[in-house]
């Protein structure tokens, strides 16, 4: 059974980086669309960005556009996602998960995302 792990978050001051890993055990992730969302408190959770199993299609909020990258590893059963210019309002939990395909606009549906894990927390302040 496909177990995600998310991992890399911290503190950071406003315009750093960070990069975030998500880590699959108990089935290879070559076959499955990935996807980030995130959760700051007292707000809606907030698709981030999704990558196809081929990496063909990578989707990206337009809150993140320019700034977060998400990439992936077959071979290391990783999918990353590589943030610069961090802002305050990126301050959030990050969770990755299964998603059936790349499309990430419209209203969050949770019903979109499988197999998350119990996030990483970042946090963006001076």
């Known amino acids: 059974q496909l177990q995600l792990a998310e991992s890399g978050g911290g503190l950071v001051q406003p315009g750093g980086s960070l990069r975030l890993s998500c880590l699959a055990t108990?089935?290879?992730?070559?076959?499955?669309?990935i996807g980030w969302f995130r959760q700051a408190p007292g707000k809606e959770r907030e698709a981030v960005s999704c990558?196809?199993?081929?990496?063909?299609?990578?989707t990206i909020a337009r809150t993140v556009k320019g700034r977060f990258t998400i990439s992936r590893d077959n071979a290391n059963n990783a999918v990353y996602l590589q943030m610069n210019n961090l802002k305050v309002e990126d301050t959030a939990v990050y969770h990755c998960?299964?998603?059936?395909?790349?499309?990430?606009?419209?209203?969050?549906?949770?019903?979109?995302?499988?197999?998350w894990g119990q996030g990483t927390q970042v946090t963006v302040d001076s």
């Open positions: 108990g089935s290879p992730i070559d076959g499955i669309h």
């Open positions: 990558i196809s199993s081929s990496s063909t299609v990578t």
């Open positions: 998960a299964r998603r059936a395909g790349c499309n990430i606009g419209g209203p969050f549906r949770e019903s979109d995302y499988l197999d």
